[in-house]
């Protein structure tokens, strides 16, 4: 079985056993949601009128008692590890902190969908049967792909203006349009979001952004008003067009939105972070000089407005420093091949570099086309391992002069020329390299011996 069936199994497991001895327990929440839409979850959680001291009876030493006195227990797999959260049906009494209520009452199956956030997350399944069994209107909401709070939606953010993100999230994930009434309400609260926890805020931000709908929860963060909260200094690249020979695809914020869409499919977070922010430091320095636009220093200024970000988010030290490093060397590999070797073997040994590449292609894939910089860079650090970095030329002086070619001032242009064809890989032998001289000897104005 694979760790997801496990993992299903035992939260089908642990119903089953609730129901043995006589409580109501369903699959709740997410799990549903996911498997109504045939992906497969990350989590299955469980509902049931079992109290907290009923579940921890009956899982006796399995139990992890993480948040009795809101009906939460987690019970461990002591077979195959992992753990399913098992939840006692509730009402939520006022949430004075705004991300836990006050206090809670037990329940019934209803009033617990009731105090869930979005109708799409309101739903119980029964394991066994399959029956969906929904209070919301969920599944209705689900076929017709709109996100819709549960009940009141200034009630549902006020509870927890995390919820604000997660409605961005959910939104983007699964391609929902947002329901008016809730819309309106996310665009009117979007301002409390700054009462959020930063690390809970950043935690959303990974979801959305590693996910592979993230340009899409960017644009929909922007619409909504809350780039202007969360991310403030990416506000003003709206606007900004770098010219087209440069950039095509439109303003600034097209352009990253661009960049985020070329990442690889499963980005790391600070690469995508980064990704976000690598032209941030650009409408601070733009410049026109005789109708041409600069934009000098934007990556040190990107550093630090970067920097600054994390900070606030609370990342982690190597979090943040890796996205700051990404964001100051997003542009260097583009003159890879005019780098000092011992500078470019430097940089191409550095953690991160993978990272690295994949953002300077997506940046260069974003504005003129794919970067043979890359392919450069991927030979030299893969000729590491079995040999030198930088593979032995394949055709010297002496060869030309075999060849037939008089020496002179030429031979050193011939032989650079050779070379870069070598690292990119175009010419892969002598005998190519020969054939590949036979075909531009023209172009160095020299004769055909
Ligand atoms: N602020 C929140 C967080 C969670 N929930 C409820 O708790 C369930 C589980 O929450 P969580 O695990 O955070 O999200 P999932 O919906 O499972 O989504 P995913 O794990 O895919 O992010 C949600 O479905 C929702 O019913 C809620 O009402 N309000």
């Given at each position: 079985?694979?760790?997801?069936?496990?993992?299903?199994?035992?939260?089908?497991?642990?119903?089953?056993?609730?129901?043995?001895?006589?409580?109501?327990?369903?699959?709740?929440?997410?799990?549903?949601?996911?498997?109504?839409?045939?992906?497969?979850?990350?989590?299955?959680?469980?509902?049931?009128?079992?109290?907290?001291?009923?579940?921890?009876?009956?899982?006796?030493?399995?139990?992890?008692?993480?948040?009795?006195?809101?009906?939460?227990?987690?019970?461990?797999?002591?077979?195959?590890?992992?753990?399913?959260?098992?939840?006692?049906?509730?009402?939520?009494?006022?949430?004075?902190?705004?991300?836990?209520?006050?206090?809670?009452?037990?329940?019934?199956?209803?009033?617990?969908?009731?105090?869930?956030?979005?109708?799409?997350?309101?739903?119980?399944?029964?394991?066994?049967?399959?029956?969906?069994?929904?209070?919301?209107?969920?599944?209705?909401?689900?076929?017709?792909?709109?996100?819709?709070?549960?009940?009141?939606?200034?009630?549902?953010?006020?509870?927890?203006?995390?919820?604000?993100?997660?409605?961005?999230?959910?939104?983007?994930?699964?391609?929902?349009?947002?329901?008016?009434?809730?819309?309106?309400?996310?665009?009117?609260?979007?301002?409390?979001?700054?009462?959020?926890?930063?690390?809970?805020?950043?935690?959303?931000?990974?979801?959305?952004?590693?996910?592979?709908?993230?340009?899409?929860?960017?644009?929909?963060?922007?619409?909504?008003?809350?780039?202007?909260?969360?991310?403030?200094?990416?506000?003003?690249?709206?606007?900004?067009?770098?010219?087209?020979?440069?950039?095509?695809?439109?303003?600034?914020?097209?352009?990253?939105?661009?960049?985020?869409?070329?990442?690889?499919?499963?980005?790391?977070?600070?690469?995508?972070?980064?990704?976000?922010?690598?032209?941030?430091?650009?409408?601070?320095?733009?410049?026109?000089?005789?109708?041409?636009?600069?934009?000098?220093?934007?990556?040190?200024?990107?550093?630090?407005?970067?920097?600054?970000?994390?900070?606030?988010?609370?990342?982690?030290?190597?979090?943040?420093?890796?996205?700051?490093?990404?964001?100051?060397?997003?542009?260097?590999?583009?003159?890879?091949?005019?780098?000092?070797?011992?500078?470019?073997?430097?940089?191409?040994?550095?953690?991160?570099?993978?990272?690295l590449l994949a953002l300077h292609r997506a940046d260069a894939l974003a504005s003129f086309g794919e970067s043979p910089q890359v392919d450069y860079c991927r030979y030299y650090i893969?000729?590491?391992?079995?040999?030198?970095?930088?593979?032995?030329?394949?055709?010297?002086?002496?060869?030309?002069?075999?060849?037939?070619?008089?020496?002179?001032?030429?031979?050193?242009?011939?032989?650079?020329?050779?070379?870069?064809?070598?690292?990119?890989?175009?010419?892969?032998?002598?005998?190519?390299?020969?054939?590949?001289?036979?075909?531009?000897?023209?172009?160095?104005?020299?004769?055909?011996?």
């Amino acid at each position: 079985m694979t760790n997801h069936e496990n993992h299903r199994d035992f939260a089908t497991r642990i119903v089953g056993r609730l129901r043995q001895e006589g409580f109501q327990a369903y699959w709740a929440g997410g799990c549903v949601r996911d498997l109504i839409l045939g992906r497969e979850p990350a989590d299955y959680d469980v509902a049931t009128d079992a109290r907290p001291e009923q579940v921890m009876a009956i899982f006796g030493r399995r139990t992890i008692p993480v948040g009795v006195s809101f009906g939460v227990v987690r019970v461990r797999d002591s077979r195959e590890g992992g753990e399913v959260e098992v939840a006692t049906f509730r009402s939520d009494g006022a949430y004075v902190d705004g991300r836990h209520p006050e206090s809670v009452v037990f329940s019934s199956p209803e009033q617990d969908a009731e105090r869930r956030d979005f109708t799409i997350n309101g739903m119980f399944s029964d394991p066994f049967s399959g029956e969906i069994i929904d209070y919301v209107g969920g599944r209705a909401d689900l076929d017709a792909r709109v996100l819709r709070a549960i009940g009141d939606p200034w009630a549902r953010f006020r509870e927890d203006k995390l919820r604000l993100l997660r409605a961005i999230r959910f939104a983007a994930r699964f391609r929902l349009a947002i329901d008016p009434a809730t819309h309106s309400a996310l665009v009117t609260m979007a301002n409390q979001i700054h009462v959020v926890a930063a690390e809970r805020i950043a935690q959303e931000l990974r979801r959305m952004l590693v996910h592979e709908s993230r340009s899409e929860a960017m644009n929909r963060m922007l619409e909504c008003g809350l780039v202007a909260h969360v991310l403030p200094p990416l506000l003003p690249m709206k606007g900004v067009f770098q010219g087209k020979p440069i950039q095509p695809e439109g303003d600034l914020w097209d352009h990253v939105l661009l960049v985020l869409d070329l990442l690889p499919r499963e980005p790391s977070f600070p690469l995508a972070f980064a990704a976000l922010l690598h032209d941030v430091g650009k409408p601070r320095t733009m410049a026109t000089h005789k109708g041409r636009i600069s934009f000098h220093n934007h990556e040190l200024v990107g550093r630090r407005i970067a920097d600054d970000l994390c900070r606030r988010l609370k990342l982690s030290n190597t979090e943040r420093e890796r996205v700051c490093w990404l964001v100051e060397f997003h542009q260097y590999l583009g003159d890879a091949k005019r780098l000092r070797e011992a500078k470019l073997k430097r940089m191409l040994s550095m953690p991160g570099i993978d990272d690295l590449l994949a953002l300077h292609r997506a940046d260069a894939l974003a504005s003129f086309g794919e970067s043979p910089q890359v392919d450069y860079c991927r030979y030299y650090i893969e000729a590491q391992p079995s040999g030198p970095i930088n593979p032995a030329p394949l055709v010297t002086g002496h060869d030309l002069v075999r060849y037939g070619l008089s020496p002179g001032s030429h031979f050193s242009t011939i032989l650079e020329q050779i070379r870069e064809a070598q690292l990119d890989r175009l010419i892969n032998s002598k005998r190519e390299a020969l054939e590949w001289l036979d075909e531009h000897l023209a172009s160095f104005k020299v004769e055909k011996p």
